[in-house]
């Protein structure tokens, strides 16, 4: 099967380290029917190379996603996607992610003088505005 060109989009000010945006994305075009099970994906090197991060960078993407069993690397034949994983393992790996992202929001949050008050009632102001639009969404 021919190498399937991975498509990423990083964003080195976001705070989320490299190899987690890896894994996300990842995930995200597996979930989305972008990448399916037995595609093959870039080697460690050129898909380093293609994104100009380090090696070891990718390198623990892919171990990540291999430890969840989302990618499999075969020596001397390449790394490809296999079947879909179980849903604990989907949902472990999604609660990992979020835990992330809320630390990270928290502690900027923090760094920037916001109170618990002000931004637990931004986090509420931020849901409920979200709610509204995908209400409007799902109706249009």
């Known amino acids: 099967m021919p190498e399937k060109k991975l498509t990423l989009q990083l964003d080195f000010h976001s705070g989320l380290p490299i190899y987690t945006q890896i894994v996300n994305q990842v995930q ?3 979930a ?3 990448l399916k099970p037995g595609d093959q994906l870039p080697t460690v090197r050129s898909l380093a190379s293609e994104l100009r ?3 070891n960078t990718v390198a623990r993407a892919y171990r990540i996603l291999d430890e969840a ?3 499999s ?3 001397g034949r390449g790394t490809y996607i296999t079947e879909i994983p179980p849903p604990e393992v989907t949902e472990k790996l999604r609660q990992e992610s979020l ?3 809320t630390q990270r929001f928290i502690s900027e949050a923090y760094r920037l003088g916001f109170s618990e008050r002000e931004v637990s009632q931004m986090v509420k ?3 409920k505005s979200w709610k509204e639009a995908k209400q409007v969404k799902e109706e249009d």
């Open 28 to 30: 995200s075009q597996l």
């Open 32 to 34: 989305n029917g972008i």
């Open 53 to 55: 991060v380090n090696f």
């Open 69 to 71: 069993r989302i990618i």
């Open 73 to 75: 690397t075969q020596q």
């Open 99 to 101: 835990s992330e992202l």
């Open 125 to 127: 102001d931020s849901l």
